[in-house]
């Protein structure tokens, strides 16, 4: 089960998850996501009342994958794509102080908050291989979610497959797979915790990841098929009226 789809906006939003994965195809990015439902009712609340739901929601994700990702950029899309709010070079330190405000600031319900992370991963070098290096990766990664009017709430964690894949490190007999998904696994099951919901949407925009509820079953292969990016619908022929024939 996807989001509700509220009226189709002008601007660029995905509207839920298929939207989400379709726009990932067509960046040529193959991704795997895990999400929840949140069934909340979202009429009984008020804009303030919205939007601190949303601040909550970050605030559990962020504290279930600490260690694990750092906030990048940020948009936040107001009902029905009113307003759209970017934030970029964002400070792991000051973000949610960042975000409160932003909060602070609004009069409408939040509609969509999309946040994109990078991934600190601890991997091994070929000059000193007893001792994991910290570094920030840029690969594909993002929490989004949905609530507010007309729907009832959302999210989503995405991440690209190469950190769990078949891929090896040079110098290295372990496959990226089995240093990165342990840790993956462990923050999912922290999420659920945080959140008290368990994740029930797993979804890729390729049939070749093993995806389960905790990550990666096994390592992704090292070169996987996206699904095809969908096809826009035939337009319409035009078909005149009377009023639109001279005699």
Same mark, same amino acid.
């Given at each position: 089960?996807v989001?509700?789809?509220?009226?189709?906006?002008r601007?660029?939003?995905?509207?839920?998850?298929d939207? #989400?994965?379709? +726009?990932?195809?067509?960046?040529?990015?193959?991704? =795997?996501?895990?999400?929840?439902n949140? $069934?909340?009712?979202?009429?009984k609340?008020?804009?303030?009342?919205? $939007?601190?739901?949303?601040?909550?929601?970050?605030?559990?994700?962020?504290?279930? #994958?600490?260690?694990?990702?750092?906030? *990048?950029?940020? +948009?936040?899309?107001?009902?029905?794509?009113? &307003?759209?709010?970017?934030? $970029?070079?964002?400070?792991?330190?000051?973000?949610? *102080?960042?975000?409160?405000? /932003?909060l602070k =600031?609004?009069?409408?319900? /939040?509609?969509?908050?999309?946040l994109?992370?990078?991934?600190?991963g #601890?991997?091994?070098?070929?000059?000193? @291989?007893?001792? @994991?290096?910290?570094? %920030?990766?840029?690969?594909?990664?993002?929490?989004?979610?949905?609530?507010?009017?007309?729907?009832?709430?959302?999210?989503?964690?995405? /991440? =690209?497959?190469?950190?769990?894949?078949?891929?090896?490190? &040079? =110098?290295? %007999?372990?496959?990226?797979w089995?240093?990165?998904?342990?840790?993956?696994?462990?923050?999912l099951?922290?999420?659920? %915790?945080q959140?008290?919901?368990? /994740?029930?949407?797993?979804?890729? $925009?390729?049939?070749?990841?093993?995806?389960?509820?905790?990550?990666?079953s096994?390592?992704?292969?090292?070169?996987?098929?996206?699904?095809?990016?969908?096809?826009?619908?035939?337009?319409e022929?035009?078909? @005149?009226?009377?009023?639109?024939?001279?005699?």
């Amino acid at each position: 089960m996807v989001p509700k789809t509220s009226p189709a906006p002008r601007l660029d939003v995905p509207t839920g998850l298929d939207d #989400f994965l379709n +726009e990932s195809t067509v960046r040529q990015q193959v991704i =795997g996501s895990w999400g929840f439902n949140a $069934n909340a009712n979202f009429s009984k609340m008020t804009s303030e009342e919205t $939007n601190v739901w949303f601040f909550e929601q970050v605030f559990n994700f962020l504290r279930s #994958f600490f260690g694990l990702v750092v906030p *990048d950029n940020l +948009e936040i899309t107001t009902y029905n794509a009113k &307003r759209r709010i970017p934030r $970029n070079n964002l400070n792991a330190m000051t973000f949610l *102080d960042e975000l409160m405000l /932003i909060l602070k =600031g609004l009069n409408e319900p /939040i509609w969509v908050l999309r946040l994109n992370l990078s991934i600190v991963g #601890f991997l091994r070098t070929d000059f000193n @291989p007893d001792e @994991p290096v910290r570094i %920030h990766i840029q690969e594909p990664a993002s929490f989004v979610v949905w609530g507010g009017p007309d729907e009832t709430g959302f999210q989503t964690f995405s /991440i =690209g497959y190469r950190l769990f894949s078949v891929q090896a490190l &040079r =110098g290295e %007999h372990a496959l990226l797979w089995s240093m990165n998904q342990p840790l993956l696994q462990k923050a999912l099951q922290k999420w659920e %915790h945080q959140s008290r919901k368990r /994740i029930e949407v797993v979804k890729s $925009n390729s049939e070749d990841l093993p995806l389960y509820r905790h990550g990666f079953s096994k390592p992704a292969p090292a070169t996987p098929r996206p699904k095809a990016a969908p096809q826009e619908p035939p337009k319409e022929d035009f078909i @005149p009226g009377l009023d639109d024939l001279n005699f």
